[in-house]
């Protein structure tokens, strides 16, 4: 258990959310520095947050491989994640 101190006083953090919190920005920034786009950064962590990352990393593949056909990655990456949202 981690404590912090804020403008309320010291209030403890699990130590599991700052992990996920970590690997919510790693991949939300692998994805922007993949797709090119930091416009969409926010939306990625929620990519991050809500799909399993087996879901997102094969998304990433099928969208960078549409690139090579004429598709725009960033725009395809972006339908397929929403379609695939519970």
Do not use: H
């Not at 912090?4 to 991949?27: F, M, P």
């Not at 099928?62 to 725009?72: C, P």
């Amino acid at each position: 258990m981690q404590y912090n101190v804020n403008d309320n006083g010291i209030s403890k953090t699990n130590y599991n959310d700052n992990v996920k919190a970590r690997k919510i920005d790693e991949i939300a920034d692998r994805l922007v520095s993949k797709l090119g786009n930091p416009a969409a950064r926010r939306y990625y962590c929620l990519v991050a947050w809500t799909l399993p990352q087996n879901v997102i990393e094969n998304n990433l593949e099928i969208a960078l491989t549409a690139k090579r056909k004429g598709s725009d990655p960033k725009r395809y990456f972006t339908w397929l994640c929403q379609r695939d949202m519970p």
